[in-house]
C-alpha cells in the first residue's frame, strides 16, 4: 500500500548543511582494538559472562549471508534459531562459544538479549507543536502530512478512534496478530500521530503530527519485552520499505543494557544501516537515572539510544504546565556519557512524564494499572503512562513537522534543527538533558528559512535556542579559534583535498580539525569553559572524576554516585 502523497510546492534546495551549524560537539574516539595473536572474535558482556559460567542455552547473533550462517552451523554443529537480513541468530553452549569465537568469519559476536519498552509503569503546548498546525507569518501550517513513521513496538490498536485510517500496514515479527497486548505500542503512536479524541473529555488529547501515517512493527510481546533480533530484522524491513510507504522516521521506544561498544552491538548497526538509508531514527533513551534507593545514576543511557546515529531523548516533568520555567528532568530519565564508548547522550529532551494519550482496552497495562486510566471507554479510552517512551514519541512527531517543512532534510540535519532549537536545561545539563526540551515551533521555523530563530513564544513565555548540537567526529587533531560568534545562518560547505570544510557564517571551519569561538579547545584533551578537562582523566564540575577512580566490568563503581552492575 502506498502512501497518499500530497502535491507539495517547489521549494529551494539546500545551499549549506543545518549539521554546519554547531555550538557545543562531543567527540567520539574509537579507535579499532589492536590485533592478539590468533583470531578471537570480540564478546558482547552477556556473552562472557555466558563463557565464564559454562552456559549450556545461549541465543547468539552472527554476522553473514544466510549460506554463511548454515556454514557456521554446520562447522561446530548448531541449530539456527533464526535467519536475519544481516546474519542469524545461533543456538549454542559455552563449548561452541568458545569455537564459533576463533572462527575467522566473525568480527565480533552478540547476545540476541531481551528488549523491553522504557516505560514507567496539556503537552503539545508546551513544544510548539500547536503553533506549528496553526503555521505563521515565517511558515505555513504543518502536520506531519504524509510522512511515514514506522512505531517498532508493542503493536497498535488501530479500533482505537485516534489511530483510525493512521495505520497503513502491520507486520509483526513475533508470530503474532500484530495487536497491542500490552499497551505501550498504541500509547506512543497516538502521541506520535494520534487525532484528537470525538468526546468532549478526550478532544484534547491528540498527536505532535496528526497528519503523518504509521507503520505497525510489533516486536514486544504481551508482557513489553522482545528479543534484539526481531527489533533488527524490524528496522532491515523497514530499509528495504521505505519508499513503498514514504518512511521518513522510525520510533524506538525500546532499550536494553549497553553489552559492548556501538560499533560490535548488531542493534546499533542496524540503527547505523537506516541512517544512511536516509531514516531518522529516535530512541527513548531509556529509565535509569537513578537507582531504586534513590541515588543518582550517571551512564545509564541504553541501546541503542548509545549509538550517535540513533537521536537519544530524555524525558522532561512539565509539572503539568504548558510553560517552560518550571521544566524539570525527570528523576528516573537516563543520563550519559554512553558505556564503553563515552559518547554525549541524550541528544534532547522531551515531555515525558504524565503524558495522555490513547488506551489500548484489555490490554497488560490497562488491566494492571487502572489507576493510570484518565478518562473515556473502549475506542476512546485514554491512560496516563511515563518514560522517556513517551519523550521519544514527541520527537518522532515533531521530527515529522519538520521534514513536513522541509521533505529534503537529510537525517542529520533534521536532528540539527531539533537540537539547535531546543530550549537549554541548565538545572540537568548535557549529560541529563543533551541539548534541551524540544521546540517544534522552532525547529520548523529553522528548517523553512535557514534562520535560527531568535526566540520563540511558547505559554506566554520566551523560549531562547540553545544553539547546540552534538557532533560526532574522529579527529584527534587540537583546534581552536579566536574569532567572532558564529551567524545563524549556514552558508556553503566547501569542498578541499582534505575533505569536507564548513564554513558557518566567519567564524567556523570543520573538516580534520575543528575551529571554534573562544572557549574551547578539543583534541587530545579538552577544555570547555571552566569545568571540564578531558584527556587522560575527566573532571567535571564538582560531582563527577573519571580516570583512576573508576572500576568498570561486571560492576561499575564512578565517584559516589554511580553504581551499575548487581
Known sequence: MAVPVTTRSPRRTLTGSFT????????????????????RARLSADLADHLSAGSQSIRVIVHGTRAEVDALAVRYNLTVARYMKSGGVLLVNAGQLAAIQQDDTQDHLSGDIRIKSSVDASDLESVGADQVWDGSNQVRAQSGRGIGIA?????????????????????????????????????????????????????????????????????????????????????????????????????????????????????????????????????????????????????GITAPANSPYAIAVGAIDTHDTAARSDDTLAAYSSRGPTRYDLVMKPDVSAPGSHIKSAEAPDSYLSKNFPQRHVSGTGANAVIQLSGTSMAAGFVSGAAALVLD????????????????????????????????????????????????????????????????????????????????????RVRQIRR???????????????????????????????????SI??????????????????????????GDSILWGD
Request: charged share 20%; hydrophobic share 45%.
Open 496 to 530: 578541499t583535498a582534505d575533505g569536507d570544510s564548513i564554513m558557518w557564517g566567519d567564524s567556523i571551519m570543520w573538516g580534520d580539525s575543528i575551529m571554534w569561538g573562544d572557549s574551547i579547545m578539543w583534541g587530545d584533551s579538552i577544555m570547555w569553559g571552566d
Open 151 to 299: 512505531v517498532i513496538d508493542s503493536g497498535i490498536n488501530s479500533n482505537h478512534n485516534a489511530l483510525k485510517g493512521r495505520v497503513l500496514v502491520t507486520r509483526d515479527f513475533t508470530g503474532g496478530d500484530g495487536q497491542d497486548h500490552y499497551g505501550h505500542g498504541t500509547h506512543v503512536a497516538a502521541i506520535i500521530a494520534g487525532r484528537a479524541g470525538r468526546t468532549a473529555e478526550t478532544a484534547t488529547y491528540g498527536g505532535v503530527a496528526p497528519g503523518a501515517f504509521l507503520l505497525n512493527l510489533r516486536v514486544l510481546g504481551d508482557d513489553g519485552s522482545g528479543t534484539e533480533s526481531d527489533v533488527i530484522e524490524a528496522i532491515d524491513w523497514t530499509i528495504e520499505h521505505k519508499r513503498d510507504y514514504n518512511v521518513r522516521i522510525i520510533n524506538l521506544s525500546l532499550g536494553a543494557p549497553v553489552l559492548q561498544p556501538y560499533r560490535d552491538d548488531p542493534l546499533c548497526e542496524a540503527v547505523e544501516r537506516a541512517v544512511r538509508a536516509g531514516l531518522v531514527v529516535v530512541v527513548s533513551a531509556g529509565n535509569y537515572g537513578k537507582t531504586a534507593d534513590g541515588k543518582l545514576v550517571m551512564g
Open 405 to 488: 517543512a522541509r521533505e529534503e532534510l537529510r537525517p542529520q540535519d533534521t536532528k540539527a534543527a531539533l537540537q539547535l532549537t531546543s530550549t537549554f536545561l541548565a538545572s540537568a545539563g548535557l549529560a541529563g538533558g543533551g541539548a534541551g526540551m524540544i521546540n517544534a515551533l522552532a525547529a520548523v521555523q529553522l528548517a523553512a528559512t535557514n534562520e535560527i530563530p531568535q526566540s520563540t513564544t511558547i505559554a506566554g513565555e520566551r523560549a531562547v535556542a540553545s544553539r547546540i548540537f552534538f557532533a560526532y567526529v574522529s579527529s584527534r587533531k587540537v583546534a581552536a579559534l579566536i574569532g567572532k560568534q558564529p551567524r545563524a
Open 533 to 558: 578537562m578531558w584527556g587522560d582523566s575527566i573532571m567535571w564540575g564538582d560531582s563527577i572524576m573519571w580516570g583512576d577512580s573508576i572500576m568498570w566490568g561486571d560492576s561499575i563503581m564512578w
Open 20 to 39: 554546519a551549524s554547531l555550538a557545543v560537539a562531543c567527540l567520539v574516539l574509537a579507535a579499532a582494538p589492536a590485533s592478539a595473536a590468533g583470531h
